[in-house]
């Protein structure tokens, strides 16, 4: 089984419900991203958190806090419940399988210890949340338990683990190095997952992509040798305050800072293809597409 492309840049959307938004004071969501972030540092796994503004798309992946689903022992206090798996067939009849989306529920039956310190923990009653979710991150690498008590993804959490083991890495660098493979399988149904680009592996949150356009304008687009940015006549006061330009591996080719709210950049030295442009405003990150001819 491999990862796959689902959200049209690389991967996957994780997006936060409202009860997890707002666990231990928004606390939660911090923890949360610092596993998110050691995953995606070590494994360039493409996940990202999304701000939707709207209903999120049914492949976008919910981190929630509540009640656990129905047969779940008490003992647990997580679970990563993995979508339907969709098979993609080739010309010799062989099939291969995709993950179209997991979710994650963290149980509203424990007490969530949410910062950076780490005190002494009942492990009964109470969870270090940013070990329980670099281990549930795991589960969406589609890592299984392992019986070495060490790892991250041993069955039962008993102690803080924030790093991963060896053991850990190998087995979610395995996966990612699979899922990134565009030798096998030959399926067109499903594109594969692109690595993160590692210098921005710590950048986990972006804005509802499809609002690029509510905002910013690219012209022209397709081009050839150059295009500009600039934030629409709605949005006068929006700045641009940094352009990135990546390759559809997820390879960062450009980065431009102007001054203004606009910016024009050069492409004429790119090979012709897609490109995703990236406008940073004030800390949020607005992705766009580019056609390059």
């Given amino acids: 089984m491999k990862l796959a492309d689902r959200n049209t840049v690389g991967g996957y959307d994780l997006y936060y419900s409202p009860q997890f938004a707002t666990l231990n004071s928004g606390s939660g969501v911090n923890a949360f991203e610092r596993a998110l972030i050691t995953w995606r540092c070590n494994t360039l796994v493409n996940f990202r958190i999304k701000s939707f503004t709207s209903t999120p798309p049914a492949n976008a992946c919910k981190i929630d806090y509540g009640s656990l689903p129905a047969g779940v022992p008490t003992a647990t206090k997580a679970v990563t419940p993995l979508g339907a798996i969709d098979a993609c067939g080739n010309s010799v009849g062989s099939n291969f399988f ?41 589960h969406a690498h589609l890592l299984w338990h392992t019986n070495n008590p060490a790892n991250v993804m041993y069955g039962l959490a008993n102690q803080y683990k924030r790093t991963l ?15 990134t493979s565009t030798a096998a399988p030959p399926c067109t149904t499903y594109m594969h997952m692109t690595a993160v680009n590692l ?19 690219i012209n022209p ?15 006068s006061g929006v700045i641009v305050e940094e352009v990135r330009v990546y390759d559809i591996s997820g390879q960062l080719i450009k980065t431009i800072y102007p001054d203004g709210n606009n910016a024009e950049v050069q492409v004429r030295d790119l090979s012709p293809g897609a490109y995703i442009v990236v406008v940073i405003n004030k800390g949020k990150s607005f992705a766009g597409k580019l056609i390059k001819y």
Wanted: hydrophobic content about 35%; charged content about 15%; aromatic content about 14%.
């Fill in 165 to 179: 083991t060896s053991d850990d890495l190998e087995g979610g660098n395995y996966i990612v190095t699979y899922s």
């Fill in 221 to 235: 687009n397709p081009t050839m040798e150059g295009f500009a940015i600039q934030a629409k006549a709605n949005h």
């Fill in 98 to 138: 995709y993950l179209t989306k997991f979710d994650m529920v963290f149980s509203n039956g424990a007490t969530w210890h949410s910062e950076i310190s780490q005190p002494t923990l009942n492990w009964t009653t109470n969870f270090d949340l940013e070990t329980v979710a670099l281990h549930e991150l795991g």
């Fill in 199 to 217: 210098a921005d592996c710590s950048t986990v949150g972006i804005q509802e992509a499809q609002h690029f356009d509510d905002f910013f304008s």
